[in-house]
């Protein structure tokens, strides 16, 4: 597996060996050797989700501010543009971010650490997303900041519109959000 760092150090995307032929593809996705040695996270995950969405929805960008998940995600069917937001005040890169585009052709994974925000755009007519996480999902901890903050600047491929859940077309600005120290 081949490890490339972002503008953000801590956020990496993984490119697994993909061995294939005429009769279709093997990869590994996760083996934990392999991915201590590689990455240098030695975090152990304890939960696996998945998620299907349609073209345009936008999910994000989440965060739980107590139990703080990190995330190795990845795309088994469609394409999504996804996004790592730096929420560690004392962070040089805090407010910043990175992303990736992550489809079932490349079979690219993104490392979104612990202490990040996450989101995902949708750019083909569905996406099958899959991410394994480093501590369980916690609704009470849960937070959310607006994917279009002006003060992050993400730079989302082009959309008319992104279809959104209430909680995130709701979602707070960065300059009001908890944040971790």
Do not use: C
Not at 36 to 62: A, C, M, P, W
Not at 112 to 119: E, Q, S
């Amino acid at each position: 597996m081949k490890v490339i760092r972002t503008e953000i150090p801590e956020v990496l995307i993984i490119e697994p060996n993909i061995f294939g032929d005429d009769r279709g593809f093997f990869m590994e996705s996760y083996n934990r050797s392999t991915w201590i040695e590689k990455t240098g996270v030695d975090l152990e995950f304890v939960q696996d989700n998945h998620s299907r969405s349609g073209r345009g929805v936008l999910r994000g960008l989440h965060y739980q501010i107590r139990q703080p998940q990190g995330k190795l995600v990845r795309v088994t069917a469609g394409e999504v543009f996804d996004v790592a937001v730096d929420l560690r005040r004392s962070s040089p890169t805090f407010g910043r971010w990175a992303g990736a585009h992550l489809d079932e052709i490349n079979k690219r994974m993104f490392w979104v650490p612990p202490g990040f925000a996450h989101g995902f755009l949708v750019l083909s007519e569905r996406a099958d997303f899959l991410y394994k996480a480093t501590d369980f999902y916690a609704p009470e901890h849960e937070r959310a900041i607006r994917w279009n903050d002006p003060d992050i600047g993400i730079v989302w491929p082009q959309i008319v519109a992104p279809i959104l859940s209430e909680k995130d077309a709701d979602a707070v600005f960065l300059k009001e959000a908890e944040v971790y120290e």
